[in-house]
T-cell receptor
Framework: NAGVTQTPKFQVLKTGQSMTLQCAQD?????MYWYRQDPGMGLRLIYY???????DKGEVPNGYNVSRLNKREFSLRLESAAPSQTSVYFC????????FGPGTRLTVT | KNQVEQSPQSLIILEGKNCTLQ??????????LRWYKQDTGRGPVSLTI?????NTKSNGRYTATLDADTKQSSLHITASQLSDSASYIC????????????FGAGTRLFVKA
């Protein structure tokens, strides 16, 4: 039982490049989330998916898109990366208690 | 405006000592309050979850309290260990439709030998 897994762990992009962050959970949870964590700030919700086939915007969705591929997988895409998207990205899933992945550290130069 | 404020921002204590971290919130209507521990370079891990009717909950050496009237919570760590060095994050969820969960910025705890 791996819990929540994320790939990659680290990524460096140039401004304007695109990439997809992958997330998978093996706990059969309906709800999945993408957050970003910046120094001195609380985690902020980018997008969430309450169930397979549905996605909703969170607090900071601009510049991101998501896909709930199936019940296990929820991906986050940056179409044209900007330096302001330099952050640590966490995927999470929950039934009642929320479980977080190990994070992806993204730097955009 | 829904907010979660934690204090202190950082704290240094000696191994074996106790400490208390504070969380004040203005999230309404209140649904639940959670405390997480986040080790450097890792994702947050849940310590406790409290609903409106609960005013204390323990998880080993961690004890969380909740005063829903004053909208305050505290996390007490007893007999600290070096492995307690981490960030502790207070998270409050609102009982409204959709998703409304506010994360505090965290308290960074350093436990020194």
């Amino acid at each position: 039982n791996a819990g929540v897994t994320q790939t990659p762990k680290f990524q460096v992009l140039k401004t304007g490049q695109s990439m997809t962050l992958q997330c998978a959970q093996d706990m059969n949870h309906n709800s999945m989330y993408w957050y970003r964590q910046d120094p001195g700030m609380g985690l902020r919700l980018i997008y969430y998916s309450a169930s397979e086939g549905t996605t909703d915007k969170g607090e900071v969705p601009n510049g991101y898109n998501v896909s709930r591929l199936n019940k296990r997988e929820f991906s986050l895409r940056l179409e044209s990366a900007a330096p302001s998207q330099t952050s640590v990205y966490f995927c999470a899933s929950n039934a009642y208690e929320q479980y977080f992945g190990p994070g992806t550290r993204l730097t955009v130069t | 405006k829904n907010q979660v404020e934690q204090s202190p921002q950082s704290l240094i204590i000696l191994e074996g000592k106790n400490c208390t971290l504070q969380c004040n919130y203005t999230v309404s209507p209140f649904s639940n309050l959670r405390w997480y521990k986040q080790d450097t370079g890792r994702g947050p891990v849940s310590l406790t979850i409290m609903t409106f009717s609960e005013n204390t909950k323990s998880n080993g050496r961690y004890t969380a309290t909740l005063d829903a009237d004053t909208k305050q919570s505290s996390l007490h760590i007893t007999a600290s260990q070096l492995s307690d060095s981490a960030s502790y994050i207070c998270v409050v969820s609102a009982g409204t439709g959709g998703f409304k969960t506010i994360f505090g910025a965290g308290t960074r705890l350093f436990v020194k030998a």
